[in-house]
């Protein structure tokens, strides 16, 4: 007999600038783009959004609690691992990744071109199939702080499964 399951849906939202002399770092891959995104890690909005929706179903609080941003260990870390970690925590507290789901706002770097890159990426990184995960690129119409290219905003839901 299949086991019951429950499960927990989550969700997670990032915002980086996008600035010159940075490396253009989303969901896992680099991209060749004149800007990247700003922060004290490596700015990977996608990871950190993702990161946010998957602590967020399993209940433990979120990315900035656990990994402070003042603190100059994750300087320019590389935000594969933490979410590497995040997906530890997760996995330890019995729960596995059903499917997750994102949308990237923005004028940067076109996502289209690289997309069945980035599902494969982020599949391994959260060990489930790729098509457990879609990607979508959003342009901003042109409109608001983050147009013409200056920032990124990301959308991550997930979904999480537990053995009831
Ligand atoms: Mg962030």
Redesign the pocket.
Known sequence: MKPQMKHRVGLGF?V?RLVTGRPCILGGIVFTHARGPL?H?D???VL?ALADALLGAAGLDD?GTLFADREPRWKDADSSTLLAEVVRRVHAAGWRVGNVDIVIATEGPKIAPRRAEMRATLARLLGVEADAVNVKGKSLEGLGALAGGMGVAVQAVCLLEHEA
């Open positions: 990032d980086h922060g890690s700015g990977d909005a950190h990315l």
